[in-house]
């Protein structure tokens, strides 16, 4: 049988000064997104985690939803940045680092699908997405499938799960460990000039997207580019088909070819 989510089990394994060692967990939530937002607005310290066994109203990025089935891993970080609010966007590329190497350290050839899917042998494992609220605060929600073995028809072709890119179930406690203890000094990197180029050398390394043909899916456009690099706060630099440069810091970008590891 395995492990199920246990707050007591998180905070042995803890190794982290200041994520999680606030822990909110609940049975059942629709969000833990939501919820981490409400703690935040009641003033719950950086790095509260926020964290539950089902959510019924999982969201992801661009309004869609996040299915939150047995096997998955819901989790919400609440950060209140120590630098001025315009550099929070830096919080994505260092989430998506830090959940990428945590997945590797779980055995899964994990790489980053620009701005914040973990992907392995091609399946989505892991999706991200920040919220920033008015006063200040980031709810940095994590969505990791960890032991799911099947997904409903409509993302069957494009899902995976640590268990199905490793041939083993691991430990969500483990998971959640691992992915605070990668996440903690990335997350105060962000906050440093050298420390944050440094961050985005690594995030380039393991880009799944960078140096590939992309078509990207921008409001009121559509066009065919290469990906070429990101800018400092990680927005994507794209050479647009006809020699043009653009930064996209919204919209989808799919990669052209199979996506391999
Ligand atoms: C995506 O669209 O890829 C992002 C999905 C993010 C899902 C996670 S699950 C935990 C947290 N709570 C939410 O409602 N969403 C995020």
């Known amino acids: 049988m395995t492990a199920r989510i246990d707050p007591q089990a998180i905070k042995e394994k803890l190794t982290t000064e200041t994520l999680g060692r606030s822990v909110v967990f609940r049975e ?16 719950a310290p950086h790095g509260t985690l926020v964290l539950c066994a089902r959510q019924t109203a ?15 891993l819901c989790m919400t970080l609440l950060l209140r940045p120590p630098f001025p609010p315009e550099l929070a966007p830096r919080y994505i590329v260092a989430c998506a680092l830090g959940v990428c190497r945590a997945l590797r350290a779980c055995g899964a050839s994990a790489r980053i699908k620009w701005p914040n899917d973990i992907l392995a042998n091609g399946r989505k494992l892991c999706g991200i997405l920040l919220e920033a609220d008015a006063s200040g605060f980031v709810a940095a929600g994590i969505g990791v499938n960890v032991n799911q073995r099947d997904f409903p028809a409509d993302i069957a072709g494009t899902a995976g799960s640590l ?39 690594s995030y380039q390394a393991l880009s799944l997207t960078i140096g590939r043909r992309v078509r990207i899916f921008a409001p009121g456009e559509e066009y065919d580019a290469k990906a070429v690099g990101l800018d400092p706060l990680g927005m994507l630099i794209v050479q647009r088909d006809g020699g043009e440069t653009r930064v996209v810091g919204a919209g989808d970008v799919t990669i052209r070819g199979a996506i391999g590891n």
Not at 58 to 72: I, K, M, N, T, Y
């Open 28 to 43: 059942e939530t629709a969000s833990t997104n939501a919820d981490a937002k409400a703690l935040g607005r009641q003033g």
């Open 58 to 72: 999982g969201r992801g990025r661009r309004g869609r939803s996040w299915l939150s089935d047995e096997g998955a």
């Open 163 to 201: 268990l199905t890119a490793t041939g083993r179930a691991h430990d969500p406690n483990d998971v959640i460990a691992r992915i605070l203890a990668e996440c903690e000094p990335l997350f105060a990197a962000c906050g440093d000039e050298a420390g944050y180029a440094a961050l985005l050398e």
